[in-house]
């Protein structure tokens, strides 16, 4: 049997299946079926399924009981092939993909489904032109023409697999939910925000500090309302061009503190209050829809539910089913770990070999034991923050680290001169809108003849940064580490659903360097273990074979708010 096969939603409501040779074409007949959980549980030893998108597919399976341990989610391909051919934000559907190889019109990408609440999606929901198992196939056998023009084919497999391994985490997480009590949530608003009022206006706690706030200006106030807010301020002779917290709360008024308290309170009410309960949670489970590969940098991002941003007093309703556990586990200073490995800086190799403190063996190296100094400077290489301080302290990093603030600093002169920059498998950051034969550079390393993209206009993404080539810089030199880490933590997912696999253990959420794992009390030093271990497998994946370590620090509790 092939270790690869296609799996192709038909107009009919079947599915199309078919073997895939090593160069990605079909190695024996399209045969239609009636049934895709049948056609998936009748080939148990295949080892890669290869389809158009995870999100289309999985949620249907998984919903009948089948689990596929791999796949090739076309699409997550075509993005990531774009953007290292310098293409990023064109079409990236499988239709825009097989006009672009047939010559003709590209169509435009469909609009992202907005999010239901509790809703579930059909398998093979038209989105966009459909797309038939043999041009399909064709789509295929083309993206692994591309992935081998690339400069490091390898990386590349190595990404798209990662990527397309993160799909099907996002899509079983989506399944699984996160185990949420709604009692609990009630009580916790009532305590924070006292009784609703009839007619849905604002709770009575933000109704007495909107009266204290108004109180305090001597005026109706609409603290709800930053421009009155403001405005107030001026009329008491203090001018503040925003109520951000650290613009306000240094102001000697007496408004400040309740606005403070009132602005805290309304995010809670507005963003997690008893709507969003109502909207987002579903027989003890928080389902936010998770969306892998969400933004320029690989993180993930959530279509509705604000999943990941949930204030830690709110934390206090994710609570573990009786029996259970939450194992939280908190990659620990995981950016400057990255940096180390991607510019092979042999000092700071050696620090991140350690699994203390690097920022404390940082400040012993370069800031005569001040820690909080030497974490300034890294966070400040990795983040732009050059100036002032910033720059004495990246002088000091930079003499005893040098090809780790070579590193950044590359990245950010190819953000600023309008070049293509890379993380470590090939993830690739778009640059400004720009024209000509100018040549590409991965982060730090010259590029070939091979890997030069001429002609192609090339639009900077919007909302990542502004069209300033400063800021360019600042988000490029950024890109590399976040870009890099987000590639390992794909990898990091991978090995622990692969490790849990045989385990009632389930993978229930995730954001950047955090990981929660829901499991029976029994298997929680199993997970605890398997993480470590999927910390280890990744980071050799990823980079290679360097010092550098990627511990965890983790909680096993039976409520998200007392995780460490």
């Given at each position: 049997m092939a270790d690869r096969?296609?799996?192709?939603?038909?107009?009919?409501?079947?599915?199309?299946?078919?073997?895939?040779?090593?160069?990605?074409?079909?190695?024996?007949?399209?045969?239609?079926?009636?049934?895709?959980?049948?056609?998936?549980?009748?080939?148990?030893?295949?080892?890669?399924?290869?389809?158009?998108?995870?999100?289309?597919?999985?949620?249907?399976?998984?919903?009948?009981?089948?689990?596929?341990?791999?796949?090739?989610?076309?699409?997550?391909?075509?993005?990531?092939?774009?953007?290292?051919?310098?293409?990023?934000?064109?079409?990236?559907?499988?239709?825009?993909?097989?006009?672009?190889?047939?010559?003709?019109?590209?169509?435009?990408?469909?609009?992202?489904?907005?999010?239901?609440?509790?809703?579930?999606?059909?398998?093979?929901?038209?989105?966009?032109?459909?797309?038939?198992?043999?041009?399909?196939?064709?789509?295929?056998?083309?993206?692994?023409?591309?992935?081998?023009?690339?400069?490091?084919?390898?990386?590349?497999?190595?990404?798209?697999?990662?990527?397309?391994?993160?799909?099907?985490?996002?899509?079983?997480?989506?399944?699984?939910?996160?185990?949420?009590?709604?009692?609990?949530?009630?009580?916790?608003?009532?305590?924070?925000?006292?009784?609703?009022?009839?007619?849905?206006?604002?709770?009575?706690?933000?109704?007495?500090?909107?009266?204290?706030?108004?109180?305090?200006?001597?005026?109706?106030?609409?603290?709800?309302?930053?421009?009155?807010?403001?405005?107030?301020?001026?009329?008491?002779?203090?001018?503040?061009?925003?109520?951000?917290?650290?613009?306000?709360?240094?102001?000697?008024?007496?408004?400040?503190?309740?606005?403070?308290?009132?602005?805290?309170?309304?995010?809670?009410?507005?963003?997690?209050?008893?709507?969003?309960?109502?909207?987002?949670?579903?027989?003890?489970?928080?389902?936010?829809?998770?969306?892998?590969?969400?933004?320029?940098?690989?993180?993930?991002?959530?279509?509705?539910?604000?999943?990941l941003q949930i204030p830690k007093v709110i934390r206090r309703a994710v609570v573990a089913d009786p029996g259970w556990r939450l194992v939280v586990a908190d990659a620990d200073q995981m950016e400057p770990r990255v940096l180390a490995a991607i510019s092979r800086d042999p000092g700071l190799m050696e620090v991140a070999g350690r699994e203390s403190d690097l920022y404390q063996a940082v400040s012993e190296r370069a800031f005569s034991g001040d820690r909080a100094q030497a974490k300034l400077a890294v966070l400040g290489a990795i983040y732009g923050q050059t100036s002032g301080d910033g720059l004495k302290n990246l002088a000091a990093l930079r003499r005893r680290f040098p090809r780790a603030v070579a590193c950044v600093d590359d990245a950010a002169r190819a953000g600023e001169e309008g070049r293509l920059v890379r993380t470590w498998l090939g993830r690739t950051c778009p640059p400004a809108a720009r024209t000509g034969d100018d040549a590409t550079e991965e982060a730090g390393v010259p590029v070939t003849e091979e890997e030069q993209d001429p002609g192609a206009a090339r639009p900077w993404v919007p909302g990542y940064a502004s069209t300033d080539a400063r800021a360019r810089g600042r988000f490029a030199r950024n890109f590399v580490v976040q870009g890099s880490a987000a590639d390992w933590a794909l990898l990091l997912l991978a090995a622990l659903r692969r490790a849990l696999a045989d385990m009632a253990a389930e993978l229930v959420f995730f954001q950047h360097d955090e990981v929660i794992v829901h499991c029976p009390e029994e298997e929680a030093q199993a997970v605890v273990t398997a993480i470590r271990e999927a910390a280890r497998l990744a980071g050799r994946l990823t980079f290679g074979e360097t010092p550098v370590r990627f511990p965890f620090s983790t909680s096993v509790v039976e409520c998200y708010a007392d995780a460490k």
């Amino acid at each position: 049997m092939a270790d690869r096969w296609l799996l192709a939603g038909a107009e009919d409501g079947g599915v199309d299946v078919a073997p895939l040779g090593p160069d990605g074409l079909s190695a024996g007949p399209v045969r239609r079926e009636a049934d895709p959980a049948a056609a998936v549980r009748s080939r148990p030893g295949v080892a890669r399924w290869v389809w158009r998108s995870t999100a289309e597919v999985c949620p249907r399976l998984l919903a009948t009981g089948v689990r596929v341990e791999r796949c090739y989610d076309i699409e997550a391909a075509e993005t990531l092939l774009l953007g290292h051919e310098g293409r990023y934000g064109e079409p990236r559907s499988a239709a825009a993909a097989l006009a672009r190889l047939r010559g003709g019109p590209v169509p435009p990408d469909p609009p992202q489904r907005p999010a239901e609440p509790g809703a579930q999606s059909p398998l093979f929901e038209p989105r966009g032109v459909h797309v038939p198992a043999p041009d399909l196939i064709a789509v295929y056998a083309e993206q692994q023409r591309r992935i081998e023009a690339t400069a490091h084919p390898d990386r590349m497999r190595l990404l798209i697999a990662a990527e397309s391994a993160g799909m099907l985490v996002a899509a079983e997480m989506n399944h699984a939910g996160l185990p949420w009590r709604a009692d609990v949530h009630r009580a916790l608003l009532h305590d924070l925000l006292g009784e609703r009022y009839a007619g849905g206006g604002e709770p009575r706690r933000l109704a007495e500090l909107a009266e204290e706030i108004s109180a305090a200006f001597g005026r109706r106030v609409r603290p709800d309302l930053p421009a009155d807010v403001v405005k107030a301020f001026a009329q008491a002779g203090i001018k503040v061009t925003s109520t951000r917290r650290w613009e306000i709360e240094h102001i000697d008024h007496p408004a400040v503190k309740p606005l403070l308290e009132y602005k805290k309170l309304y995010r809670i009410w507005v963003a997690h209050g008893w709507s969003w309960l109502q909207d987002w949670v579903r027989d003890g489970r928080f389902r936010p829809e998770f969306l892998a590969g969400g933004t320029v940098t690989g993180r993930w991002v959530t279509n509705g539910g604000g999943g990941l941003q949930i204030p830690k007093v709110i934390r206090r309703a994710v609570v573990a089913d009786p029996g259970w556990r939450l194992v939280v586990a908190d990659a620990d200073q995981m950016e400057p770990r990255v940096l180390a490995a991607i510019s092979r800086d042999p000092g700071l190799m050696e620090v991140a070999g350690r699994e203390s403190d690097l920022y404390q063996a940082v400040s012993e190296r370069a800031f005569s034991g001040d820690r909080a100094q030497a974490k300034l400077a890294v966070l400040g290489a990795i983040y732009g923050q050059t100036s002032g301080d910033g720059l004495k302290n990246l002088a000091a990093l930079r003499r005893r680290f040098p090809r780790a603030v070579a590193c950044v600093d590359d990245a950010a002169r190819a953000g600023e001169e309008g070049r293509l920059v890379r993380t470590w498998l090939g993830r690739t950051c778009p640059p400004a809108a720009r024209t000509g034969d100018d040549a590409t550079e991965e982060a730090g390393v010259p590029v070939t003849e091979e890997e030069q993209d001429p002609g192609a206009a090339r639009p900077w993404v919007p909302g990542y940064a502004s069209t300033d080539a400063r800021a360019r810089g600042r988000f490029a030199r950024n890109f590399v580490v976040q870009g890099s880490a987000a590639d390992w933590a794909l990898l990091l997912l991978a090995a622990l659903r692969r490790a849990l696999a045989d385990m009632a253990a389930e993978l229930v959420f995730f954001q950047h360097d955090e990981v929660i794992v829901h499991c029976p009390e029994e298997e929680a030093q199993a997970v605890v273990t398997a993480i470590r271990e999927a910390a280890r497998l990744a980071g050799r994946l990823t980079f290679g074979e360097t010092p550098v370590r990627f511990p965890f620090s983790t909680s096993v509790v039976e409520c998200y708010a007392d995780a460490k």
